[in-house]
């Protein structure tokens, strides 16, 4: 019997028994406790981590052309989804007009358009007494044979022009941050409130990051709420009426381009609106700068 205080020594071959496990794995595991694969997942995981914090819409499949793109990394999706599946990482999604109030993530910023009438409802002014003073930004996806292509606008409210825009085949941050340099390059804006919802694409840190560095100003409505960006909404209805639900469309080239078509052609330079005095967008901005020269 050992003594008292002294540690009960179990021989390997015993405890390896006991435990399901065989002599042979033991000892290769005490030769190298951490094998070279589990180093190499551990260093992707740690990089696959800080692709997903900094644009949090990013599953397994665009982490991994992400990997691939910006850092170099080249590895199979099986493996970046094995991955993601020990993290917990999956894509926070846009918007799906079914889920529930509370399926997003914190806002980074308030809502600086809503206001409290005197019944205590919350509803949102879209109103603005200048270009450049509020833009309004949202996501839309339409359907072609090919898959899907997604596009971001932008809306100053003043004059309801479509002042940027991008278009692609995948809805993630970029897709948001092109529209807003697209945005930012033609009117050259200084203090601008972009109100967006809660979606992923606009509470990404580039995005915010894009603001701020250029002077902007966020604002978030509630987690997809009525009414909290109607006028996008409204914008992107027209857009479905006056190009998607006009034909099936075979690919997205052809889409994209009747997209660009109507919106520079039509909606901003033809599409009279009664909220402007019957003129199209390019009228009602061309007369305001007119004035202010006179």
């Known amino acids: 019997m050992a003594a008292t205080g002294a540690p009960i020594r179990v021989p390997v071959t015993v405890a390896c028994r006991v435990l399901g496990l065989s002599p042979q794995g033991y000892y290769k595991w005490l030769k190298d406790p951490v094998s070279r694969r589990d180093w ?15 644009d949090a819409t990013l599953g397994y499949r665009f982490i991994t052309d992400e990997l691939g793109d910006e850092h170099g990394i ?30 997003t993530g914190p806002a980074p910023h308030d809502d600086l358009l809503a206001v409290i009438d005197k019944h ?52 993630k941050s970029s897709l948001a941050m092109a529209a807003m340099r697209n945005a930012i390059a033609l009117r050259s804006p200084d203090g601008t409130i972009c109100h967006s919802d809660r979606g992923g694409q606009f509470r990404a840190k580039n995005v915010q990051r894009l603001l701020a560095n250029n002077g902007l100003v966020g604002s978030m409505g509630r987690s997809y709420g009525a009414g909290d960006n109607a006028s996008m909404e409204s914008f992107f209805a027209l857009l479905q009426k006056n190009v998607l639900n006009t034909r099936r469309w075979d690919t997205r080239e052809d889409l994209r381009l009747e997209m660009v078509r109507w919106i520079e052609t039509k909606y901003n330079r033809r599409r009279r609106q009664r909220g402007l005095g019957k003129l199209a967008p390019v009228e009602f901005e061309m007369i305001y700068r007119t004035a202010i020269a006179a």
């Open 40 to 54: 190499d997942d551990a260093h992707l995981l740690d990089v696959m981590l800080d692709v997903h914090s900094d």
């Open 74 to 103: 080249h590895v199979g999706e099986n493996r970046v989804h094995r991955l993601c599946r020990i993290a917990g990482i999956s894509a926070s999604h846009h918007k799906t007009r079914t889920s529930k109030a509370g399926a």
């Open 120 to 171: 205590g409802v919350v509803r949102h002014e879209f109103v603005a007494d200048g270009p450049n003073k509020v833009w309004l930004w949202d996501i839309s996806e339409h359907p072609t044979r090919e898959g899907k292509l997604y596009i971001c606008a932008i809306k100053d409210v003043w004059s309801n022009k479509i002042v940027g825009y991008s278009i692609d085949t995948r809805m």
